[in-house]
């Protein structure tokens, strides 16, 4: 008697109580991308479209959008006249730190929905085979004594992420670093031109923007921001120079602000296969970069760590608003 009691008590619950429907995509999926067409974000924001469409992770179509201009801001705020909507991804990087503490932007990582960190990539410093300058240690040396002694080229914005690297190395190293000689270039391929004509002494950029000159024998790299020696990029750390700092430019997706935990969970799941796709292994060891796949919980934990690490430098830079 009391089983048939049950089984009736169990038939009279509404099916719905059992298993609420997951949250799906319904329409296109518009990937911003805050920059022009052929520029490194859009590299990285079309890889990832190719991926998730050929490895058919996407039930709907996809599709890249361009919105360069205002060191990201445009593209955030595009994002944002979209909230909750989880049809709408953006290609980030610290800039969404940056803008804010820079003053460019009120609105911050907290008023986005992060949803990935994606890899990791680093910084070189590179200077002319000729050049007094053999080491980190040689530069740090020189800026201690004359802060001044020597240009540093960075793209493509003072207190952008070249120039917060640069800080928080030569801070490290004991250089006043609100006096270094700073020069702007609209791209890396511009101050890395800038250096090789002798119009700078050193420039800043992507390690996998030095890998033909250091090749040729056209350039010397001093030093690397990454923990540790990279492979297939033969160069001294900043640490193993006896100057205590690493940097990593991280790139990764968020969506607008207002975003659910089931829309949440749903992309997570998603980048977290992405990043273990052949193709996407292939993809970071041509541009030696380094996965450093976080879910939304993560990446926002990092994030807020960053944000204060980056206000501090900004602050030594004379640069924070």
């Keep these: 008697m009391i089983f048939r009691f049950i089984a009736a008590v169990i038939a009279s619950v509404p099916l719905w109580t059992a298993a609420q429907p997951a949250w799906k995509l319904e329409k296109n999926v518009e990937i911003i991308v805050p920059a022009a067409p052929g520029a490194a974000f859009d590299t990285t924001g079309r890889t990832i479209q190719r991926i998730l469409q050929e490895q058919k992770m996407l039930p709907v179509s ?3 959008i361009n919105k360069a201009g205002g060191g990201g801001t445009i593209g955030m705020s595009y994002l944002n006249q979209r909230p909750g909507d989880g049809h709408y991804l953006f290609v980030m990087t610290a800039s969404v730190l940056t803008n804010n503490l820079l003053g460019v932007s009120k609105d911050t990582y907290t008023d986005f929905t992060p949803l990935a960190m ?4 680093y ?23 004359d802060p001044a002694a020597y240009s540093i080229a960075v793209a493509t914005s003072r207190g952008g992420a070249l120039h917060i690297a640069t800080g928080l190395a030569l801070k490290a190293a004991g250089v006043d670093v609100k006096k270094l000689r700073i020069v702007v270039f609209n791209a890396n391929a511009e101050s890395l031109a800038a250096m090789l004509g002798g119009h700078v002494d050193v420039a800043v950029s992507t390690v996998n923007s030095f890998v033909p000159q250091q090749q040729s024998g056209k350039l010397r790299v001093i030093a690397v921001s ?3 020696r990279l492979k297939g990029f033969d160069a001294p750390t900043w640490k193993e120079q006896g100057i205590n700092s690493e ?14 935990a ?5 992309w997570e799941d998603v980048f977290a296969r992405l990043t273990k796709t ?5 993809d970071v060891e041509k541009n030696i970069w380094e996965v450093t796949y976080k879910g939304n919980r993560d990446a926002v934990k990092e994030m807020a ?7 501090r430098i900004l602050v030594d830079l004379e640069l924070a608003k």
């Design 62 to 64: 996809s599709s890249v």
């Design 118 to 121: 994606l890899f990791s990539e």
């Design 123 to 145: 910084l070189a410093y590179g200077v002319r085979p000729d050049s007094p300058i053999k080491s980190a240690r040689d530069l740090a040396e020189a800026l201690r004594k």
């Design 226 to 228: 990454s923990p540790r």
């Design 247 to 260: 940097y990593a430019s991280w790139r990764g997706i968020m969506g607008p602000r207002g975003m659910n």
């Design 262 to 266: 089931a829309q949440i969970a749903w």
């Design 278 to 282: 052949e193709d996407w292994r292939q």
């Design 305 to 311: 760590q960053h944000n204060d690490e980056f206000k």
